[in-house]
């Protein structure tokens, strides 16, 4: 089953309304904000956002937020998490959590 398209398709339902572009990293589908990316969805459907929040960073772990590796051969990348398929079955999370990583992602 593909899961990129819907999740692209909510990913972009959460950000309506604001300044984002479309931009690639790593092959996947990202939405940048000041030419960083903050957001995306992998080629396998992963839905992986970047937490600049430590708040948010350590919540979205401890609900079982995985950190994101772009590789399986490498280690996790920063601030990236994948969310699970229950956190994503949550429109009302999903919405927050990638407002709030708009909201703190650091343009610096």
Known sequence: MDLQTPRIQELDRCLEGHDVEVKRLFGADGRAHGGKVFAMVTKQ???VVKCD???QF???QA???QRWRPHPSRGPMGRWLVLTDAMLED???V???VERCFDHLNTG
Do not use: I, P, R, V
Request: overall charge negative; charged content about 35%.
């Open 45 to 47: 459907g992963e839905f």
């Open 53 to 55: 929040d430590e708040k």
């Open 58 to 60: 350590l919540s979205l």
């Open 63 to 65: 609900d079982g937020a």
């Open 91 to 93: 429109d009302a999370l």
């Open 95 to 97: 919405q927050s959590t």
